[in-house]
């Protein structure tokens, strides 16, 4: 059996984490940090040790905001964020449920958006969003005014070659 | 000097100033865009936080369709930037990738067209001292912060373009239109990006403390060259702290007398009408 830490090098296939000496620049720099279950120095730790139901199950690798903050200062080149992606693929493809449920129905809902029009409809986005997270009223004064100043509209331009969108979609699952 | 376009979706939608002005300033320095064909979405944050691959095979159909008109394609869109830089640097260092997504999308990539920003093309191509001859009316008044974010700059050796802890060539641009650009350090601060739907009360905190330091530094407004950056500063700040939000283009086109700044203010939460009337720039 593969280890933790070896299934998730192999999924960021670039340098490994071992090459992280816990200097912990990427947890200064980074701006969820404070709001993160498990600051990025810590996931790294607890992927050496092993800590898999922990890691997958964290809110840590939900929040993190893909700035590459952390990626630019570390002085080994660990590519944190790109071990943030690497760790939330690995949760879907194996059946963990996301612990910040809205963050991934609103990637879910962006992705069911490109898969029907090619392209992002940005208020059927957001209804899309909205009926599956439940929270229906937030925003919705902005949503009014967005739409009066003809920003957002239910219908708009598709890609035509939907064939070769949606065999992406299909070929890369 | 002629370019391939990628819009991408919000240029079409709610940010639609942004697209209008990127092409209003881009035919006023002679720079005629081309939309590269039958475009599809470059996938986003959605994308690359659950399936790499997917993540690099949307960009990946657009560079195709773009590099057959052979010539480099301008991407105003931060997000859409990186995600089309991203994928070509997957690519370029990862063959046994690159040939499947070739399978996928059904064609060769070539990597042979430059993916551009537009602040990269203004400085690098036309030139601040050609953009200062478009001048006629400098931005008297205007004491912007330069906001850069997070996509355009990082990670450094895939966007390529500017210093990434330091970034200067949007404040040149706004200082050659005539702008007294105020220094601050939080230049390359994350905004919250599309968290701002799902967590927004994060977000909420993340654009305070960036409004409160753009006050502290002197500035009367804040100039972005980001789609999501831009719905955050403009929509997601307290009462207290707001401060009008422009695209760069929007006040390049105001310096240069192009047609159109006096609309696109009104199209921001927080209108930038009354900012320019009071420096008699509208």
Redesign the interface.
């Known amino acids: 059996m593969n280890s933790f830490l070896k299934e998730v090098n192999d999924k960021i ?1 670039g340098v490994p984490l071992q090459r992280c000496y816990h200097c912990r620049k990427c947890t200064a720099g980074c ?2 940090a404070n ?1 993160m279950e498990y600051n990025p120095n810590r996931i790294i730790k607890m992927i050496q040790n092993g800590m898999k139901d922990e890691v997958m199950n964290s809110s840590t690798i939900w ?1 993190c ?5 952390c ?2 200062r570390c002085p080994n080149e660990v ?1 944190i ?1 790109r071990m943030m ?2 760790l ?2 690995m949760s ?1 493809e194996q059946g963990y449920a996301p612990k ?1 449920k ?2 991934f ?4 809902s ?2 069911d ?2 898969k029907i029009n ?6 059927l986005l ?1 209804v899309e ?1 909205k009926l599956r ?1 439940g929270d229906l009223f ?2 919705m004064v ?1 949503g009014m ?2 739409f009066l ?5 239910p219908i ?2 598709r ?3 939907m064939a ?2 949606r ?3 299909r ?2 699952k | 000097m002629k370019l391939s376009y990628y819009p991408g979706c919000s240029l079409h939608g709610t940010a639609k100033e942004y697209g209008e002005s990127v092409t209003a300033v881009s035919a006023a320095l002679g720079i005629e865009l081309n939309e590269v064909k039958d475009w599809s979405c470059c996938g986003a944050t959605a994308a690359h936080s659950t399936n790499h691959k997917l993540s690099v095979a949307l960009p990946a159909r657009d560079l195709i369709a773009a590099e057959k008109d052979g010539m480099d394609v301008m991407v105003p869109c931060a997000a859409c930037f990186n995600r089309l830089k991203s994928a070509q640097h997957h690519m370029k260092h990862d063959d046994k990738l690159k040939s499947e997504i070739e399978k996928i999308i059904g064609s060769k990539y070539e990597g042979s067209i430059a993916i551009r920003n537009p602040i990269d093309i203004i400085i690098n191509d036309i030139g601040l001292d050609e953009l200062a001859k478009k001048v006629i009316k400098p931005l008297k008044g205007i004491r912007p912060v330069s906001y850069y974010g997070c996509l355009l700059l990082r990670p450094k050796e895939v966007c390529n373009f500017d210093n990434h802890e330091n970034p200067v060539l949007l404040d040149k641009i706004m200082d050659t239109v005539g702008a007294d650009v105020k220094q601050w350090s939080y230049k390359t601060d994350c905004c919250g990006g599309s968290l701002t739907i799902s967590m927004t009360k994060v977000v909420n905190n993340m654009v305070d403390k960036l409004m409160s330091m753009a006050r502290e530094a002197g500035a009367n407004c804040v100039v972005v060259a980001c789609p999501i950056c831009m719905a955050n500063l403009d929509m997601r700040a307290s009462t207290s702290l707001k401060l009008p939000v422009f695209y760069f283009t929007e006040l390049l086109a105001l310096a240069m007398g192009v047609q159109g700044p006096e609309t696109w203010a009104k199209l921001h939460t927080v209108d930038g009408t009354p900012l320019l009337k009071g420096l008699g720039l509208i």
């Open positions: 296939n701006p969820m709001v929040l905001a893909s700035c590459e903050t990626i630019t590519d964020a992606d690497a939330r693929e879907i910040e809205n963050i129905r609103l990637h879910d962006f992705l958006n490109i090619g392209r992002i409809n940005e208020g957001m969003y997270s937030s925003d902005m005014g967005m100043k003809g920003k957002i509209h708009s331009p890609t035509k070659d070769a969108v065999k992406i979609f070929d890369t």
